[in-house]
């Protein structure tokens, strides 16, 4: 099948820095991609590209076979790409439907031609909606993100690209800095948006999430991209090793 994404020969440079050096990397439908590497290994900046926020010097980017480029975060959101990243994004003194639908606000008519107000009833509906998919048991739309717990956080963001379809949502270390709990929450929400079919891009210096979720793994170093695997066969003290060298004993 035609990969849901497809990166040719991706390379960035900022200046005299080469950050990202040829690298190509197949997304199919409905998987769950990890991709790892160490600090400066060029995993943010090649999500940065595929996200729209930066682009490539250099290469190709198909997305279901299509030759594509995104001008902008916005653009790819439209074409079907969510990025979830680490700070979430999220306005904390908003409410959750708020934040669920800030960009993409639903309005009904008023009685008089050509004006239109916020449809506020009908965005707490659709959000309640949304998290009851991701089984997430809060239902009080009004609440401010920022009387949420970590987890809870997270759940809004999905709901967020739930919203605009997204069949690709990228997540840059999701589980940082959470607890044992809210962790298992944010691990079980990545395992719904495939079982509704989703493709998730997983950014994670965490190998025992990776281990647990993903079913194959991409690991970058110094720009490159020097292993491209399934996960099945591998722990996490392995995969850290690969992680740290760049070579597969497996």
């Known amino acids: 099948m035609t990969p849901i994404l497809s990166l040719a020969g991706i390379t960035k440079r900022y200046g005299g820095v080469e950050a990202l050096k040829g690298v190509d990397l197949d997304v199919h439908q ?23 926020a930066h682009e490539a010097s250099g290469g190709e980017m198909r997305l279901h076979g299509a030759p594509v480029v995104f001008r902008s ?6 074409r079907g790409i969510a990025t979830i990243y680490q700070d ?3 306005a904390p003194r908003l409410s959750i439907a708020e934040n669920v639908f800030m960009g993409a606000e639903l309005v009904r008519p008023l009685l008089l031609p050509f004006v239109k107000m916020l449809d506020r009833k009908g965005m707490r509906t659709a ?4 998290l009851e998919r991701l089984q997430v048991p809060v239902t009080d739309m009004r609440r401010p993100v920022e009387r949420l717990s970590g987890g809870q956080r997270q ?16 997540m840059d270390e999701p589980t940082a800095a ?7 929450l944010v691990l079980d929400l990545i395992r719904r948006l495939k079982a509704e079919g989703r493709t998730v891009v ?8 990776v281990v647990a979720l993903a079913d194959r793994v991409a690991i970058l170093k110094g720009g490159r991209k020097v292993i491209d695997r399934p996960l099945k066969g591998l722990d996490a003290d392995t995969l850290a090793h690969m992680v740290m060298t760049g070579v597969d004993r497996t």
């Open 30 to 52: 409905g998987e769950i991609l990890a991709v790892c590497g160490d600090n400066g290994a060029g995993k943010s900046t090649l999500i940065r590209i595929v996200s729209g």
């Open 127 to 130: 959000a309640r909606g949304y």
């Open 155 to 170: 759940a809004v963001a999905i709901a967020r690209a739930l919203h605009w379809n997204a069949r690709l949502v990228i």
């Open 202 to 209: 997983l950014i994670s210096h965490n190998m025992a999430d």
């Open 73 to 78: 975060p916005h653009d790819a959101l439209t």
């Open 88 to 90: 979430l994004a999220l």
């Open 178 to 184: 959470l607890g044992v709990k809210e962790t298992g």
